[in-house]
């Protein structure tokens, strides 16, 4: 059995394929959790498990199912494939004990994951996964890996009609008559295949469906609806007289969406009018949530309506326990979103269906609804980057951020530092920049929002250059 250790980072525990993430590993995993659930009084609840379209991602999936199941908890295995909220919707359609997700989302093809969905429908918090890797520390000395033989001999149930309900019972679908066009959809080869563009058909809207069939190499790219990995369907967008491109990541939990001029449109950009058209056209109620290091867009949107706005960790786990206590909507500049009425998980097919709608009641483009947003508010820049960084830099450079050094900013005065997670400072301006290690990557992550646009590729080189001097 592989030595190396199993860590839960801030989305659930990823690994390489055959080198950390091993058929063993999986049934240890699978021990502890089914220990973790007995210690719950959740022992006689079913744990549902699910999976995406990876490597031998159904194969892992069957092997921890038939683990679980061995040991005596009630078990069930989704018949095919499905996106990350869909299990979600799953526990809580089924009443389950929780949920187990191999997924490894939109990280490079060699990983495979596994996120553990608890009762509530929702990320596992640090207290839970803790737990688990607690229990796998104690189990691992004597335990002894079950017999592998790729077949799962218990109930295998159907989950996507519950989740197609769910998403029917948000969106209004009759507003979708009203918007005309046609819609390329990129799955990118993941879980959203057949889940996004089947409820875009049947809201009655064409759709041009790309990269549908399963590919465990995601076509030699990442598996995530960046800018960086969308702008080459450009000419698609063309060809096909589609209006938009919508593409979702592995699991279908984010969304990144690009018009025919190339106008690419993040989770900051969606966030902030998707939460403006639910207060004014859906009478929303509840605060608003987003984590730290998501743009503050949606502080504008909070203000406006008068609505408290929670800053939370970075991990949508934090967000979606906001959305517990009854936020109207909640997300996290990576891609996630999700709205009150749903799990408190994200939802990438969930975002763009509410665009969609969002476009076709109020009449306008993406584009004109953002600048209209900006004339109201102002225009932002904002850019993350990944630094690449051996441990020492890492911890010289964090050392110094707790002793005090900072960034000179621009000149500009701090007025607010931030370190719920990592070292976030805001300026005199309305600007901040933020530093945290990954949490599930090997990089430092830098990211940077300014209110002056014309100066922010200057403003961004002078401070990645002055972080560079301060890591050594």
Known sequence: MSTRAIKFGTDGWRSIIADGFTFDNVALVATAITAYLKEQGLQDRPLLVGYDRRFSAEEYAAHFAST??????????????????????GVQHHKAAGAAMFTASHNHWRYQGLKFIPDFAGPAMPETTDRIT????????????????????GERIDLKEAYFERLRSIVNANAFASWHGRVLYDSMHGCGAGYLDELLREHGLEVVSIHSERDVYFGG??????????????????????????????????????DRKG??????????????????????????????????????????????????KVGFKYVAQELLKGAMIGGEESGGISVAGHVPEKDGTLGALLTIEMLATSGERLVDLLEDFENRH???SFNRHDLHMAEPQKQKLFSALEAGKEPRFGGHKVVQRITIDGYKYVLDDGSWVMMRASGTEPVVRIYIETTKPDSFKRWQKQILDEISQISG
């Open 221 to 258: 790219g990442l598996p995530d609806p960046s800018y960086a990995n969308l702008k080459d369907r450009m000419a698609l967008l063309d060809e096909h007289d589609c209006r938009l491109l919508i593409g979702n990541d592995g699991d279908a939990d984010r969304v990144g969406i690009m």
């Open 263 to 312: 106008n690419f449109f993040t989770a900051n950009d969606l966030l902030p009018l998707i939460a403006d058209y639910l207060v004014r056209y859906k009478n929303g109620q509840g605060h608003f949530s987003r984590t730290v290091c998501t743009s503050h867009q949606l502080d504008q949107v909070a203000k406006e309506h008068g609505r408290e706005m929670v800053e939370v």
């Open 68 to 89: 679980v199941q061995g040991l005596g908890q009630p078990v069930m295995l989704s018949e095919d494939y499905c996106p990350t909220p869909c299990l979600a919707v």
């Open 378 to 380: 102002g225009h932002r």
């Open 134 to 153: 607690e229990l796998i520390g104690e189990l691992r000395p004597s335990w002894k890996p079950p017999a592998y033989t790729g077949v799962f001999k």
